[in-house]
């Protein structure tokens, strides 16, 4: 026990460090080899709404969110990489409030040099060290279209992985998957980074080795995947990445014995990466800011975790039942979820043979990432009642684990006889 203990926090310093100084070294890449790419990075954005509806599923993308990133990325505002890298600072040229598609136009088009610059030192930001880069070469527009490729081709790679790998989790996971609206998540980067670590953090669990899949590696993904999360995201849906894989996992064994346990132990494991490396940044933060950064970040934590929003006070019961509404905001996607779903109580009905009853117990494991989406929107109801319209995501998994509780198919593999 306390080797697993030590290894996971040498692994969680380990990652603390080279975070740190990989986001020095971006630093380092010049201002100047990036303006023109961030000047048609902002004359694209100054066309679009700052948060336009996408086409096909109409949910809003967040442009606001995705303008911050490209100041954050595009500018090197203090002297020293590992005080940029700590505090992450970007430029703001509209007075009173913070605009950053405004700013981006009116210091890259209209050459207005007087902007404020506030730093945002609570977040890693990790995704500056792909997004500084690509910079170089590309501008927003052609990033998105990148971003889309690649995301629309991950998302099919695991849909063909569960297909080879567990039977009773591939139209669930398609139907949560629509609910997340996919077409708004790849052309916004905002939404792309916790995406991408659900992904590959899936593709990790399906693809793991029949012998090792109950055994302590598996694990060791979900540490990394919390790891991951708290790096690169801006506390969009977080724990996707979580109750996604864990619904596979359930899914990718045959006894499921044990499976209670090992789910219990991926989640403690996945909360201590994503933990751990929240507060390495903030220690980081605090030895270079003192007491300054430590009042930001507890009014914060007070602020996001709180009941309160513009005035008005809300319950958290309410603020989940809005998260719900939602997620279910488009009628056929709900009726083909209802429909499938009594469907497939009916067959389980029917069904119920020896095996379906002995794996009934089993079954209820699919709880743990029914209810920690849930559990999530309680506890941060401030943030998700401001940003409903991205955070109802954080539920999908609620609905995919549900949806494979009912399902009537089973899956094949086996586990080690050791462990059976």
Same mark, same amino acid.
């Given at each position: 026990?306390?080797?697993?203990?030590? /290894?996971?926090?040498?692994?969680?310093?380990?990652?603390?460090?080279?975070?740190?100084?990989?986001?020095?070294?971006?630093?380092?890449?010049?201002?100047?080899?990036? /303006?023109?790419?961030l000047k048609a990075s902002a004359s694209f954005l100054a066309e679009e709404k700052t948060y336009r509806r996408e086409a096909y599923s109409r949910r809003r993308l967040d442009n606001f969110t995705d303008a911050l990133m490209l100041l954050e990325s595009?500018?090197?505002?203090?002297?020293?990489?590992?005080?940029?890298?700590? /505090?992450?600072?970007?430029?703001?040229?509209?007075?009173?409030?913070?605009?950053?598609?405004?700013?981006l136009t009116a210091l890259l088009l209209e050459d207005n040099g007087e902007a404020q610059v506030i730093d945002y030192a609570r977040y890693w930001h990790g995704y500056q060290i792909i997004l500084r880069p690509?910079?170089?070469?590309?501008?927003?527009?052609?990033?998105?279209?990148?971003?889309?490729?690649?995301?629309?081709?991950?998302?099919?790679?695991?849909?063909?992985?569960?297909?080879? /790998?567990?039977?009773?989790?591939?139209?669930?996971?398609?139907?949560?998957l629509l609910l997340m609206s996919p077409t708004a998540i790849v052309e916004s980067l905002q939404y792309s980074t916790v995406t991408y670590v659900t992904l590959l953090t899936s593709l990790a669990v399906l693809g793991a080795p029949k012998d090792s899949v109950i055994c302590k590696r598996i694990a060791i993904v979900f540490l990394c995947s919390g790891i991951?999360?708290?790096?690169?995201?801006?506390?969009?849906?977080?724990?996707?990445?979580?109750?996604?894989?864990?619904? &596979?996992?359930?899914?990718?064994?045959?006894?499921?014995?044990?499976?209670?346990? &090992?789910m219990l132990k991926c989640t403690f494991c996945w909360a201590i990466g994503y933990a751990g490396m929240w507060m390495g940044k903030w220690g980081i933060a605090l030895i270079c800011d003192g007491r300054a950064f430590g009042d930001s970040l507890f009014n914060s934590i007070k602020s996001r975790s709180g009941t309160e929003w513009n005035g008005a006070e809300s319950t958290r019961?309410?603020?989940?039942?809005?998260?719900?509404?939602?997620?279910?905001?488009?009628?056929?996607?709900? #009726?083909?979820?209802v429909c499938f779903s009594a469907i497939s109580a009916i067959a389980l009905f029917l069904k119920r043979d020896q095996a379906t009853i002995q794996h009934a117990k089993a079954r209820l494991a699919l709880l743990i990432p029914t209810l920690?989406?849930?559990?999530? #929107?309680?506890?941060?109801?401030?943030?998700?009642?401001?940003?409903?319209?991205f955070t109802y995501r954080t539920l999908a998994p609620s609905i995919f684990s549900l949806l494979s509780l009912l399902s009537p198919f089973d899956s094949k593999p086996t586990i080690p006889e050791a462990l059976q």
């Open positions: 026990m306390k080797k697993n203990a030590l /290894r996971i926090a040498i692994m969680i310093c380990i990652s603390i460090v080279t975070g740190y100084l990989l986001l020095s070294a971006v630093y380092l890449i010049p201002s100047e080899a990036q /303006r023109n790419n595009g500018y090197q505002i203090y002297d020293n990489a590992f005080i940029n890298a700590v /505090r992450t600072p970007y430029y703001n040229a509209v007075s009173g409030e913070i605009k950053p598609h405004k700013t690509l910079l170089l070469i590309m501008d927003y527009e052609q990033i998105r279209q990148l971003n889309t490729w690649i995301l629309f081709t991950l998302i099919m790679l695991v849909a063909w992985a569960i297909a080879k /790998r567990t039977h009773c989790c591939l139209i669930p996971f398609c139907l949560a991951a999360v708290a790096y690169f995201d801006l506390l969009t849906f977080p724990t996707v990445a979580l109750t996604m894989p864990l619904v &596979l996992l359930w899914g990718t064994v045959d006894n499921r014995e044990h499976i209670t346990r &090992l019961f309410q603020v989940l039942m809005l998260n719900f509404e939602e997620l279910f905001l488009n009628p056929k996607l709900t #009726i083909s979820i920690i989406p849930m559990l999530w #929107i309680l506890v941060v109801s401030n943030h998700s009642w401001n940003h409903t319209w």
